[in-house]
């Protein structure tokens, strides 16, 4: 699925104090010795494939885009800083508030491109201060989205064309940003949809939300009459279709019991709960994900 321009990270985390403190500090030594406006060029490259692969996938142009389009300094930046460079003169900080990234030339492979260890993914040529300080900043937000497009690519040659691949990572992501970039650049990756609902409103709907359900959805029906018109779905008796691929697959369920304090299993059986009332329930969820998978 081709992916749109859209913002996922607001400006109030991505501005010029998302870098390494010892970029700025740098630059202060470029303008201190006369050579903050040098002619500089920064190439974005990596030595190795990821995932023992042979190829990578580019991404997160975008963002580094975005972030050099709205590259200033506010004047909160500046208090901040002079208050941990109280050394640097007062001149200095007027430098960084005329900053801006107007004057740097951009060259980047396009996003969803194959690239290769040490050939420049993105180039960027201008003020050596100004590029010095925006350094950490370009691979912070190009490094992750090219992970997780990479990976996502080498799950959709392995699956085939034919499989929908949907993303569930908000519960496993690396805080509500990394769990929304992630699934962003799952779907350049080729995944159809995903399950994160403001990935969705961020991309105006374009890209679908979609989704299965909790373990605590099924668990909270006690017994087969409290399902009522819920145990079927589309035309299909969820129930009997639990029965139906139970005996296809010639499964036997484990029934669990507490006994002291310890617990009992039948050995050589395929263990789906830890209690006999919560074994239909498990079978249920089962057969609910299977009807969704062959739905399509």
């Given at each position: 699925m081709e992916v749109r321009d859209?913002?996922?990270?607001?400006?109030?985390?991505?501005?010029p104090l998302l870098t390494d403190f010892?970029?700025?500090?740098?630059?202060y030594r470029y303008w201190k010795s006369g050579h903050a406006n040098d002619t500089a060029v920064?190439?974005?490259f990596f030595r190795k494939n990821p995932f023992h692969g042979e190829y990578t996938v580019n991404a997160g142009t975008y963002e580094a885009l975005l972030y050099l389009s709205r590259f200033k300094f506010t004047s909160e930046h500046l208090k901040y800083i002079q208050a941990v460079m109280p050394y640097a003169e007062p001149e200095f900080f007027a430098y960084l508030e005329a900053m801006d990234m107007g004057s740097v030339k951009i060259h980047a492979v396009r996003e969803g491109k194959f690239i290769f260890p040490k050939e420049p993914a993105l180039t960027l040529e201008g003020p050596l201060g100004a590029v010095q300080i925006i350094e950490s900043t370009i691979i912070n937000?190009?490094?992750?989205?090219t992970l997780v497009c990479t990976n996502a690519v080498r799950m959709r040659v392995a699956a085939g064309r034919k499989t929908k691949m949907i993303e569930f990572g908000l519960r496993r992501g690396q805080g509500p940003v990394g769990a929304t970039m992630g699934a962003k650049y799952a779907i350049m990756g080729t995944f159809e949809g995903t399950a994160n609902t403001l990935l969705g409103f961020l991309s105006k709907g374009e890209i679908p939300i979609t989704g299965t359900m909790a373990h605590s959805y099924v668990i909270s029906f006690t017994n087969e009459s409290d399902l009522g018109e819920l145990r079927k779905l589309k035309g299909i008796d969820l129930v009997d279709r639990a029965n139906h691929y139970r005996n296809e697959l010639n499964v036997s369920f484990c029934l669990m019991?507490?006994?002291?304090?310890r617990t009992r299993t039948i050995p050589n059986c395929w263990r789906f709960s830890i209690t006999p009332v919560a074994m239909w329930k498990d079978i249920l969820l089962w057969s609910i994900a299977t009807t969704l998978l062959n739905q399509e």
């Open positions: 859209y913002p996922v990270i607001d400006e109030y985390v991505v501005n010892y970029e700025i500090t740098m630059a920064f190439e974005l937000l190009t490094s992750y989205p019991t507490m006994n002291s304090g």
